[in-house]
């Protein structure tokens, strides 16, 4: 016997929805899944430039911020968060400046939300120097009321376009911000050593869904048959780290909780091809938290960011003991703050830092580095 005391098991379970119905009635409320352009392939150089790009293969890493769950109110929690993150660059530094900002989704939350991009995103970042990718969130895909119809307009408006230009939410207060033109709300980014797979968990409150719904109500499966071709190519690719991020996150102790068929369906595609995540990435919960999962002799880092605007949510402390219900994934750290997370990565390792709002530039209040070798 492993244990010389049994484990307590309840032996009643509270009352609650019949088994498969509360999965069913989330699948039959999801939202649509746009397509994306040609193979939802995009590389830094066409964001960067190549002298950026080069600047980066000299230097030998590649450093960006993230973060999530920013577009609220009127910004200022936002823009007090990006003006941290703009104190990271410096003009003659080159490479060592972050590459880009990866949103992590509710770029925008509310109704209306063209109208709203201009004082919840554009002016809030309107200090920030550098590029900024994003995946949505439950809020950009959501629809309130007509002006957010079709779902994810806005966000496509100005994430997904086909060529580069200043909209009129940045134009109409001064701000020169181009818009990203991402293949689709769903996408992969090739970069010096790393590759990034953004992913949309669509539009409900919790859990996160990979799949969508037809305009028919059939189950649009499109996304994570994407994934799955996606990530079984990267197994015959030379190797980089590869990170993955999805707004609702596998694992979560406050605010929002996991989302365990999205993680399932992510971890199939993965044990398909042979390739794990080296990173997991996600917001949603408006705190910080960090995870270790151990599988096939593999650790993976999740890390919930969701830190850049929404006023925190309570967390549990994390203790570095086994997560609930589980017996591969500890519970490593967690602050209940505003801040950002600060990401280096090379051919050796990967590093993640996490700067809580205001704090010192000095030690971070989290860092961890992953062994790529």
């Known amino acids: 016997m492993r244990y010389a005391h049994p484990f307590f098991v309840a032996s009643a379970k509270a009352p609650g929805p019949a088994a498969g119905e ?44 993230a973060l999530g769950d920013s577009g609220c109110g009127g910004g200022d929690e936002a823009e007090r968060v990006a003006d941290d993150m703009a104190t990271d660059f410096n003009p003659s530094a080159g490479a060592l400046n972050p590459a880009f900002l990866l949103h992590l989704g509710d770029v925008v939350y509310g109704t209306d939300k063209t109208h709203n991009y201009t004082d919840r995103f554009y002016r809030p970042y309107r200090h920030y120097p550098g590029k900024i990718l994003a995946i949505p969130g ?6 309130k009321s007509p002006d957010d119809a079709p779902s994810l307009s806005a966000f496509r408006e100005n994430f997904c376009t086909a060529h580069a230009a200043v909209p009129a939410a940045a134009s109409g207060i001064g701000v020169y911000r181009q818009t990203m033109t991402q293949p689709g709300v769903y996408w992969m980014l090739d970069a010096p050593f790393m590759r990034v797979i953004g992913l949309y968990s669509n539009l409900l409150e919790n859990p996160g869904f990979l799949q969508g ?10 996304q994570i048959d994407w994934f799955a071709k996606t990530i079984k190519a990267l197994k015959g690719e030379p190797k980089k ?31 398909a091809a042979g390739l794990y995540p080296d990173l997991f990435l996600s917001g949603h919960a408006h705190n910080y938290q960090r995870y270790t999962r151990r599988i096939d002799g593999k650790m993976i880092v999740y890390v919930v960011s969701g830190t850049g605007g ?25 602050l209940a703050s505003l801040g950002y997370s600060f990401l280096t990565v090379s051919a050796k390792q990967l590093k993640v830092e996490f700067w809580p709002l205001g704090s010192p530039h000095g030690t971070a209040f989290d860092s961890v580095t992953v062994d790529l070798t």
């Open 22 to 65: 509360e999965e069913n009635w989330h699948k039959q409320n999801l939202g649509p899944l746009p397509p994306i352009i040609g193979d939802g392939h995009m590389d830094l150089i066409d964001i960067i430039g190549k002298d950026g790009v080069n600047e980066i293969n000299h230097l030998g890493e590649i450093r960006f911020h």
């Open 138 to 143: 439950n809020h950009d895909g959501e629809v």
């Open 213 to 222: 719904k037809t305009a028919g109500g059939a189950a649009d499966t499109s």
């Open 241 to 271: 780290a590869l990170v993955i991020a999805t707004h609702h996150p596998p694992y979560s102790q406050g605010g929002h909780s996991g989302s365990t068929a999205m993680g399932a369906d992510i971890d199939a595609a993965c044990k």
């Open 310 to 334: 929404m006023s925190p949510q309570p967390v549990g402390q994390a203790t570095g003991q086994p997560a609930t219900d589980s017996s591969t994934v500890t519970y490593d750290r967690s």
